[in-house]
Antibody, heavy 120, light 110 residues
Framework: EVQMMESGGGLVQPGGPLRLSCAAS????????MGWVRQAPGKGLEWVAS????????YYAASVKGRFTISRDNSNNTLFLHINSLRAEDTATYYC?????????????WGQGTQVTVSS | QSVLTQPPSMSGTPGQRVTISCSGS????????VSWYQHLPGTAPKLLIY???RRPSGVPDRFSGSKSGTSASLAISGLQSEDEADYYC???????????FGTGTKVTVL
């Protein structure tokens, strides 16, 4: 069964760093791109970043470019999202998803999410 | 900031058909495929439709997708109580070089 499990969220102070992880299983991780989306309280889904299967190419939403870094460890089937200079508006549930690129672009499946709260 | 526009809410009684629209532009829906997701906050989003109108295995055929020009739509026929959720369209945007999601539509089953 294909599964993704996010971790690393919690209550963090503004301005601090944070690293989110996404442990993948049930598929050949290094064949697929991966990505992160988030949902702030009361808001819709927002795409954050995606990374190609080898890790050589990455893409970011304008709202996070320069502060967020997506990376992956193919030897350990893990996706990461490094966040610097956390802001209150980064408060959200962060979901990782497997990026499908055959004939189109979509995510399937997704993890259950990890909650990030930025507050002093 | 959402680039794809959806109606904020829609409702229907059990058995009815509901159609959710998703309006984009020539840099996203106009030249890229559309996917649709069902989401209950706090749970994993679920893929309903990919490549405009294809259903993953396990998704009931009550859900169907279509695309025309720079717009797409998701139809739910034979509405059921378990369909009460938020629905999002999504596409790659060539100008932004990234994904865009719709504003989301909350479906209520009366």
């Amino acid at each position: 069964e294909v599964q993704m499990m996010e971790s690393g969220g919690g209550l963090v102070q503004p301005g601090g760093p944070l690293r989110l992880s996404c442990a993948a299983s049930g598929f050949t991780f290094n064949v697929y791109g991966m990505g992160w989306v988030r949902q702030a309280p009361g808001k819709g889904l927002e795409w954050v970043a995606s990374i190609g299967n080898s890790g050589d190419d990455s893409y970011y939403a304008a709202s996070v470019k320069g502060r967020f870094t997506i990376s992956r460890d193919n030897s350990n089937n893990t996706l990461f999202l490094h966040i610097n200079s956390l802001r209150a508006e980064d408060t959200a549930t962060y979901y990782c998803g497997r990026w499908q690129l055959v004939g189109g672009n979509w995510f399937d499946p997704w993890g259950q999410g990890t909650q990030v709260t930025v507050s002093s | 900031q959402s680039v794809l526009t959806q109606p904020p809410s829609m409702s229907g009684t059990p058995g009815q058909r509901v159609t959710i629209s998703c309006s984009g532009s020539s840099s996203n829906i106009g030249i890229q495929t559309v996917s649709w997701y069902q989401h209950l906050p706090g749970t994993a989003p679920k893929l309903l439709i990919y490549i405009n109108n294809r259903r993953p295995s396990g998704v009931p055929d009550r859900f169907s997708g279509s695309k025309s020009g720079t717009s797409a739509s998701l139809a739910i026929s034979g509405l059921q109580s378990e369909d009460e959720a938020d629905y999002y369209c999504s596409a790659w945007d060539d100008s932004l070089n990234g994904f865009v999601f719709g504003t989301g539509t909350k479906v209520t089953v009366l």
